[in-house]
């Protein structure tokens, strides 16, 4: 099989933190000896590409922010596009809501006026938030959810990512989200394809987590690796419904695969 594009995780695939993973530099020597366009697609909705462009500076990396698509630029489209007049209840870190500002989006600080709910990875999270959930999800309002991810992996213990605030607030209110914008949905699948301008059976998807990752591949036509440097072990890929057409130690196996040498 002859690839023309790759879309690549960041957290627990290409990075740590600020540190590459051990097989991540010889991953994308190998992306860019083959001459696969690339795009980097995170789920993590709190920091704009061009922090992304330095992280992977820091970590020996040149990559070009025009490269990077987060769950933030992605729900901060879908927002505008369908929700450009209506006042935003937002539970989230502030750099969502520099995202959504800078976007000319209005937001509120009365859950009570809210006309939707966007509901993101908040380090401040608490009681209070879930009060207001509750008071803005009383009426039959849209509920917007940045991205699934329980945690995001970090150097030393993980930390809770937006999944597990989007469940804090399900349960509160009774209320299911109406839309994921991150990965693994259409918004998300779209939005890389666009870039790449590639039919998806000619790209390649890689990350570490399967119910992300690998099932926005998987539905998208494209083909999938699955690398075992983040999230996903050996026991949630052997009870999990969604199979990887390849599974990695890391990315340093890449280059098996653009070969065609790994079966």
Known sequence: MSYRGIVLDVDGTVVRGNDPIPGASEGLAAVEAAGLKRVFLSNNPTKLPSAYEARFAKAGFDVDAEEVFTAGTITTEYLAAEHSADRLFVIADPGVDRQLLAADLTLTEDPA?????VVS?????????????IVALDEPIPFIGT??????????????GTGAM?????????????????KPSEFARQTVL?????????????GDRLDTDIKLGSEAG??????????????????????????????????????????
């Open 166 to 182: 989007l469940h804090a607030v399900e349960g509160v209110t009774g209320k299911e989200v109406d839309v994921v914008c991150g």
């Open 222 to 263: 494209m083909t999938t690796v699955l690398v075992r440097t983040g999230v996903t072990d050996d026991q949630t890929l052997a009870e999990s419904p969604i199979n990887p057409d390849y599974v990695l130690d890391s990315l340093a196996g890449m280059e098996a695969v653009l070969d065609g040498r790994v079966d």
């Open 113 to 117: 006026a809210a006309d939707a709910v």
């Open 147 to 160: 991205d699934p991810d329980m945690v995001i992996p970090q150097n030393g213990p993980n930390i809770p």
């Open 194 to 206: 666009d870039y790449l301008d590639l039919p998806a059976e000619d790209c390649l998807v890689v």
């Open 121 to 133: 990875m908040d380090r401040e999270f608490d009681y209070d938030s879930l009060c207001d959930a």
